[in-house]
């Protein structure tokens, strides 16, 4: 039987009636949810479905255009963009990133101590980058730094941890050795949600999926919401999205879809 994780790591997170866009264009439409504390969720859809749309907004790098959001306001959140922004040609080494992960126990002023290199040095071992201390960003491989900035992410210790496609371009052994580190989150009760296209790995290790096409299609047991029925309407609804329609009028007290529907995710 499952057990429940020990503590629930950050609220559950509920999405209501939530359209998001840029220049006030739709990009992901009327999405109602909710999302268990402590689940382990698989993002996933067509490309250009939305997926990195969503989890900006859950980070809260992204505002709604309208809806609403909760669970993760005020929360620390562990957040790794895709093919993450981070300007390797800064002078910096693989210590002094993987330390910013100490953040928020350091703080603006505080003292790097001797307590915080240990820190740093046990989450570089954790992800097999002992020896990788003070060589400088622009000196890793792809798949090495993708390491360090899950070191980074342990340090941040965060309740939520949001992932945009982490292991696109990183080679079985790091995708294995980091797909651990993601359930290891979950066993410490983390909300852990990831943008994913490798449908076989979802299956493996994703108890949880939602799929997106712009709207909703469907969100619950990963069984259950991968199927072909499901794949089948993700890309009709996707190919049947107008990129180039305008805000849409509804208001979320009137707006009803025949294929957004609230979905209630578990642990
Ligand atoms: N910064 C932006 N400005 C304007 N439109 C954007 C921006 N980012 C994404 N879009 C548009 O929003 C829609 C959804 O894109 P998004 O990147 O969220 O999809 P995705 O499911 O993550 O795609 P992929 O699987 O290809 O990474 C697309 O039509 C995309 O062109």
């Not at 360090?148 to 696109?168: G, S």
Request: aromatic share 6%; hydrophobic share 45%; charged share 20%.
């Amino acid at each position: 039987m499952h057990k429940p994780p020990p503590q629930p790591a950050v609220p559950a997170i509920e999405l209501h009636d939530l359209t998001l866009g840029y220049d006030r264009h739709p990009a992901v439409h009327h999405v109602s949810l909710r999302i268990a504390p402590g689940s382990l969720l698989a993002l996933v859809g067509p490309n250009g479905a939305g997926k990195s749309t969503l989890i900006k907004a859950l980070a809260g790098e992204l505002r709604p255009i309208s809806g609403a959001m909760s669970g993760l306001a005020g929360q620390r959140i562990a957040w790794l963009p895709q093919h993450s922004e981070l300007d390797r040609s800064f002078p910096v080494t693989v210590r002094d990133m993987v330390a910013l992960g100490l953040w928020h126990r350091v703080g603006a002023f505080g003292r790097f101590t001797a307590e915080h290199r240990r820190l740093c040095d046990e989450a570089l071992a954790a992800v097999g980058l002992t020896g990788f201390e003070q060589r400088s960003l622009d000196a890793l491989s792809g798949g090495q730094l993708q390491r360090a900035l899950f070191a980074r992410l342990i340090l941040q210790d965060a309740p939520a941890v949001l992932l945009d496609e982490p292991f696109a371009a990183v080679d079985n052994r790091t995708t294995s050795d980091l797909l651990a580190l993601l359930h290891r989150w979950h066993r410490q009760g983390k909300t852990v949600i990831v943008v994913l296209h490798d449908l076989a790995q979802v299956r493996a290790h994703f108890p949880l999926t939602l799929l997106l096409a712009r709207e909703l299609v469907a969100c619950g047991p990963t069984a259950e919401v991968l199927t072909d029925a499901h794949w089948g309407r993700a890309q009709r609804m996707h190919e049947a999205f107008d990129d180039e329609a305008p805000l849409c009028a509804a208001t979320p007290d009137t707006h009803t879809h025949p294929h957004t529907h609230a979905a209630e995710a578990f642990t």
